[in-house]
């Protein structure tokens, strides 16, 4: 029943793909309608019949030209955004940027389920998925902050999307209630992958990101003994680090399942202890693939075989804005429901009087930064998303998800982009036999000339794998070199020098998650940057975490 409800309503989405204009012209004006009498919406002229001529004057905003009005919702006073009272603030992991707290409403918080039916309604319809006949293991953890001293809740839009669930999470789910609420990150996957591997008939495994699903491999195959010793006796790992009460209550959720470990002791004895063995009725890994995603995909390989990994929904605390729908590529159908989208060419990020162009008149090829106007009351808000349009599916553009825009290094005019460098490290993998735990590369601005370094994981620490990673850096550097010409031209000139290693103590990568973790950011949330274009960011952030800073010099 579950899986027809899901599909019908993947049918009904792509049925609306025929008329995409009419659908968007009508969320604008009901938007419009909607917040048009608000606090914002009189200050900006949008009160009164001639709304969407005004509208379609208005400059594009960011989320700094919504911070006074926010601190008057956080403080209690309603019609300030949105016309609709708002219960929740989403606030986000501040990957690129400082924390940001948006506005959510019932109707947003609805969305956002009816979403998750949707997108894997079409994974079902795409044959992606297989039909329901088990549970699905969710990989999150909720993180929310006090209320505001209106007494708004505040915490991760994941949280809130998850407490919509109610009682059906129970149903649905693999894992109770209480694991989601387990705030060390570490514990929490301990205990989906316990509550996982009690179950034969897994449906799927759906983390917001695939780095979360690379960590809880290596957390599966690092604790595979403890593990299944808890899944034989119906226990729960003493060494966990578990509030009392969420102990016993989830104590009261196991049961010894001794057959079941044995069937999975066996596969591990057997070195097939991967995904597709332990649960045969997984059909696919719901979790983002496109951009930089596609360094943990490849990550993922050895642990999933030939699994499919499909990504169900382009989203942000915003909201979400696509739905995924095929496996062989990341690629999305805009949605023209949820908000009011527009793009912006990447030629006029620059320009103060650009104007966005609706989404139905893009252009297949071209890139552009997402606005978007929301239920919520954000109006001609700027992203930062960078997306390409791929083609059209009826009236629905299909897109690509690039990069974060302002993810650019750019010391003397080179601007190398996150997607170069990720398709230079995509190029330069075969040089390595190791796994590459996590990168990124940033500038070092206090040497002369001024250079590029890239920051690993160390492997062993012995001598040839010291050499076998100054010899991958050197392949990063070349394949840079022919992707970003600008680049290569500066390099050529001598203004810029050939790329530094920074070799990182094992674990650093996680221990850094910690340590934004605790000071608010939500660890499930936490995505790495590939580029960092602060030059003080190795010295401040990695501070003791350096085994090693090594010049090295191309051929």
């Known amino acids: 029943m579950i899986s027809w409800i899901m599909r019908r309503a993947a049918d009904r989405f792509i049925r609306q793909t025929a008329e ?49 009005y926010i601190e008057r919702i956080a403080a209690g006073e309603q019609n300030v955004m949105t016309a609709e009272p708002v219960i929740y603030f989403s606030t986000t992991s501040g990957t690129t940027g400082p924390p940001k707290m948006i506005p959510v409403t019932q109707r947003k918080m609805g969305m956002s389920v009816a979403c998750r039916w949707k997108s894997m309604g079409l994974a079902l319809r795409a044959g992606i998925l297989k039909p329901m006949r088990g549970p699905f293991m969710t990989i999150m953890t909720e993180h929310t902050g006090s209320p505001t001293a209106g007494g708004v809740q505040k915490g991760a839009a994941t949280t809130g999307g998850f407490r919509q669930l109610g009682n059906f999470a129970d149903v649905i789910l693999s894992s109770p209630g209480d694991v989601a609420r387990v705030p060390d990150q570490e514990a929490s996957r301990y205990l989906h992958l316990l509550f996982g591997l009690g179950e034969q008939r897994l ?268 010899a991958f850096v050197r392949a990063v550097d070349e394949a840079l070199r022919r992707i970003a010409p600008d680049y290569d031209e500066e390099c050529e000139l001598g203004t810029l020098g050939p790329m530094e290693l920074v070799l990182l103590k094992s674990g650093a990568f996680e221990r850094l998650r910690h340590k934004r973790a605790a000071v608010g950011a939500t660890e499930s949330q936490i995505k790495t940057p590939h580029v960092v274009p602060d030059p003080g960011f190795v010295r401040r952030e990695l501070h003791g975490e350096i085994v090693d800073q090594v010049e090295v010099q191309t051929d």
């Open 203 to 470: 449906w799927t495994i759906v983390a917001f990101f695939p780095a979360t699903i690379l960590f809880a491999m290596r957390d599966l195959h690092e604790h595979a003994d403890r593990l299944l010793r808890d899944v034989a006796d119906g226990t729960i790992n003493p060494d966990l680090e578990l509030p009392e009460e969420t102990r016993a209550n989830l104590q009261q959720s196991l049961h010894p399942r001794p057959g079941r470990a044995r069937a999975l002791r066996e596969l591990l004895e057997q070195d097939r202890f991967t995904v597709p063995e332990i649960w045969p009725d997984l059909g696919t890994i719901l979790t983002a693939t496109g951009g930089a995603f596609r360094f943990y995909v490849d990550q993922l390989k050895p642990f999933l075989g030939d699994m499919q990994m499909f990504s169900p929904v382009y989203s942000a605390s915003e909201g979400t804005f696509a739905f995924g729908f095929s496996a062989d590529r990341p690629y999305y159908l805009l949605v023209p429901t949820l908000a009011y989208i527009e793009l912006l060419p990447v030629e006029q990020l620059d320009d103060p009087q650009a104007r966005p162009i609706p989404a139905w008149r893009a252009e297949p090829g071209q890139s552009y930064e997402v606005v978007i106007t929301t239920w919520d009351g954000l109006v001609r808000y700027r992203l930062h998303d960078i997306i390409r349009v791929v083609e059209f599916y009826g009236q629905t553009p299909v897109i690509e998800f690039v990069e974060r825009q302002g993810q650019v290094i750019d010391i003397i005019g080179e601007k190398t982009a996150e997607h170069h460098v990720v398709e230079a490290i995509d190029t330069a993998s075969h040089v390595i036999d190791e796994p590459l735990v996590d990168y990124f590369v940033a500038p070092d601005t206090d040497k002369t000339p001024a250079c590029y370094v890239l920051a690993i994981e160390e492997w062993h620490g012995d001598r040839e794998n010291r050499e076998k990673a100054r």
């Open 20 to 68: 995409f204009r009419a659908l968007s012209e009508r969320t604008l004006d009901d938007i419009l309608a909607l917040n048009g009498n608000t606090a914002y919406g009189r200050d900006h002229g949008l009160a009164g019949p001639s709304a969407r001529q005004v509208f379609d004057n208005l400059p594009m905003t960011t989320y700094a030209d919504y911070v006074p």
